[in-house]
């Protein structure tokens, strides 16, 4: 069963608009924590937001920001006044610390393609 | 300045033949990782590393190998190219584990095998 899921592949919106991307996951871990990134045309992986369940502080960086349920595992991306610019893929990442083991693993989602219309 | 390259962008490689795709960072950073990108789907870890001259597997390393040979820099080797090993490569580097777990990546580099 996929631990990250991103329910929409693909996306459009006009610019100026306000998108909200959802995302869930799955843990059984204590210290986890969450990230959007965005893969750009160039090939880069932007880190967007990183999410530590541990505060209630929501994070915010810009125009991104995130709506986190932690009690339904869900974390969505909140993208406001769309600009052409935010066309691209969007992942978001469940990063998990194993006690048993004191290593961590990172899973990604299948990604979201956004295009923003001018 | 990008903190993590990654050579080559792209590759074509024949069937049977061996690759090697590299990676260099200046972050430094403790470890390192392998991420392969198929069309449609997230990123899968190969291979990470978390010091020089020790590699470990992730979740997919079969017909993969690494080589951490300093903190650097950390290649991923194809011994024998197959059809199904055709993606997108993405090298990342972070910190140690706790304080810092932020995954910094480069670029990509598009491999197909024909």
């Given at each position: 069963a996929q631990k990250v899921i991103q329910v929409w592949s693909t996306t459009s919106r006009q610019e100026g608009e306000k998108l909200t991307l959802d995302c869930s996951?799955?843990?059984?871990?204590?210290?986890?924590?969450?990230?959007?990134?965005?893969?750009?045309?160039s090939g880069e992986m932007v880190l967007l937001i990183r999410q530590m369940p541990s505060t209630i502080a929501i994070e915010r960086s810009g125009r991104y920001s995130v709506v986190f349920q932690k009690s339904r595992k869900s974390i969505s991306l909140v993208i406001s006044t769309l600009?052409?610019?935010?066309?691209?893929?969007?992942?978001?990442?469940?990063?998990?610390?194993?006690?048993?083991?004191?290593t961590g693993k990172l899973t990604f989602?299948?990604?979201?393609?956004?295009t923003v219309k001018p | 300045e990008a903190a993590v390259t990654q050579s080559p962008r792209s590759k074509v490689a024949v069937t049977g033949g061996k690759v090697t795709l590299s990676c260099h960072q200046t972050n430094n950073h403790d470890y390192m990782y392998w991420y392969r990108q198929d069309t449609g789907h997230g990123l899968r870890l190969i291979h990470y590393s978390y010091v020089a001259d020790s590699t470990e597997k992730g979740d997919i390393p079969d017909g993969y190998k690494a080589s951490r040979p300093s903190q650097e820099n950390f290649s991923l080797i194809l011994e024998l190219a197959s059809l199904s090993q055709t993606a997108v490569y993405f090298c990342a580097s972070s910190d140690?584990?706790?304080?810092?777990?932020?995954?910094?990546?480069g670029a990509g580099t598009r491999l197909s095998v024909l």
């Open positions: 996951y799955k843990t059984s871990q204590v210290l986890y924590h969450l990230f959007w990134y965005k893969h750009l045309l600009q052409p610019d935010d066309s691209g893929k969007y992942f978001c990442a469940l990063w998990e610390l194993a006690y048993n083991t004191n989602g299948d990604g979201t393609v956004l | 140690a584990w706790g304080r810092q777990n932020t995954l910094y990546f």
